[in-house]
């Protein structure tokens, strides 16, 4: 860990130092409350949506026997914007702020969850429940893992987000070209790896910005952001991944 200590404003403790720092516990508890909040609130527009029927239909085309028969218009609007958001603010925004960054959170919260109503479409309200929980597991697990390894992982993590955006064009091709149902098992059980090791990389990367930022408040608030960001996007792939995997259809 010693390595990270190059180019930081502040110095970083040992490993079981920094378990124990008082201000990076508050901080990481930050980001776990706002992206468990997140959760919470994607979770009541995604049941908004597959379930009151003048909502459901703005988005999602229906079929007569109540199947899911794909997006609306405004429904894929929905769906692809969470994307358009990062890209822009990632080359766009250069001199973020907390309230900048906040939007951009809450703005990709509310369009994921209102598009995750196809998951209530798609699966029975146990199936979605048990993965839910078993998801809640595992990101406890591996976020457990980031946080107390010794191991540095930036190596590690950019190998997996490299190959997240390349995940995220083989689904898109498999979508709208190939419609394979066996290719699209596949692409989902390497996104449940793909996205385990990043949960363990963003959790350990969000100790060494705590460190970077040098106590820097407007700086914090930015990372506590853009980290409930990076935790819920982890989160819900993961979940998204497991219940094509595992998850049982209406």
Same mark, same amino acid.
């Given at each position: ?63 007569g026997e109540g199947r899911l028969a794909g997006y609306t ?43 995750? *109503?196809?998951? $209530? #479409? /798609? ?5 979605? =429940?048990? &993965?839910?929980?078993?998801? !809640? ?25 490299? *190959?997240?955006? $390349? #995940? /995220? ?5 498999? =979508?709208? &070209?190939?419609?394979?149902? !066996? ?37 914090? =608030? ?5 980290? !409930? ?22």
């Amino acid at each position: 860990m010693s390595d990270f200590n190059n180019g930081y404003s502040r110095p970083i403790p040992s490993t079981g130092d920094m378990a124990v720092d008082a201000g990076l516990r508050r901080f990481m508890l930050g980001v776990y409350n706002k992206m468990a909040l997140g959760l919470v609130v994607s979770g009541a527009l995604a049941f908004a949506t597959s379930s009151i029927e003048p909502v459901r239909d703005l988005l999602f085309r229906i079929t007569g026997e109540g199947r899911l028969a794909g997006y609306t218009g405004l429904g894929a609007i929905v769906a692809f914007a969470p994307l358009i958001i990062l890209l822009s603010a990632s080359f766009l925004m250069k001199n973020v702020t907390p309230r900048t960054s906040g939007i951009v959170y809450w703005a990709i919260v509310a369009l994921i969850g209102a598009s995750l *109503g196809t998951v $209530g #479409l /798609l699966y029975t309200g146990a199936s979605v =429940a048990s &993965i839910f929980f078993i998801t !809640a597991a595992a990101f406890g697990g591996l976020s457990l893992v980031g946080y107390t390894t010794k191991k540095d992982l930036t190596g590690m993590g950019a190998f997996f987000v490299m *190959g997240a955006w $390349g #995940l /995220l064009v083989a689904l898109l091709v498999n =979508a709208f &070209i190939l419609k394979s149902g !066996a290719m699209l098992m596949i692409l989902s059980g390497v996104g449940v790896l793909i996205f385990a090791g990043l949960i363990a990389y963003d959790t350990q990367r969000l100790k060494m910005t705590y460190y970077a930022v040098g106590g820097d408040e407007a700086s914090l =608030a930015v990372a506590t952001n853009y980290g !409930a960001l990076n935790l819920y996007l982890d989160f819900v792939n993961l979940f998204r991944f497991l219940l094509v995997l595992f998850g049982q259809r209406r």
